[in-house]
Nanobody, 124 residues
Framework: VQLQASGGGLVQAGGSLRLSCAAS????????MAWFRQAPGKERDFVAA????????YYADSVKGRFTISRDNAKNTVYLQMNSLKPEDTAVYFC??????????????????WGQGTQVTVSS
């Protein structure tokens, strides 16, 4: 599967953005999907994940209550709605896919399918 992330930009603290990750191929609904982010000089961190049918979601504590992950399997797209943005949310955001929900969340170093990243900058 090939992934294309979009929707990043510059926003003031307290503002909102919605990221999208469009997937190619007919098997999108077979993959669990996740968002990660990487700030300059830091490791890539898990943000949120959603299972194949969209029923189960999981969030990092740092974004819980502010970010919402969702998916539209008919459109082969996963979304990340980000509200109440903070300067510390500034990072490059990546989407990722895997058949294995646990591996997707816990071991990103083993994932094979990544989007190219989209920059999110939150000004104070």
């Amino acid at each position: 599967v090939q992934l294309q992330a979009s929707g990043g930009g510059l926003v003031q603290a307290g503002g909102s953005l919605r990221l999208s990750c469009a997937a190619s191929g007919r098997t999108f609904s077979s993959y669990a999907m996740a968002w990660f982010r990487q700030a300059p000089g830091k490791e890539r961190d898990f943000v949120a994940a959603i299972n194949r049918n969209g029923i189960t979601t999981y969030y990092a504590d740092s974004v819980k209550g502010r970010f919402t992950i969702s998916r539209d399997n008919a459109k082969n797209t996963v979304y990340l709605q980000m509200n109440s943005l903070k300067p510390e949310d500034t990072a490059v955001y990546f989407c990722a896919a895997d058949f294995d929900w646990v591996k997707l969340i816990t071991t990103p170093s083993l994932l094979n399918y990544w989007g190219q990243g989209t920059q999110v900058t939150v000004s104070s």
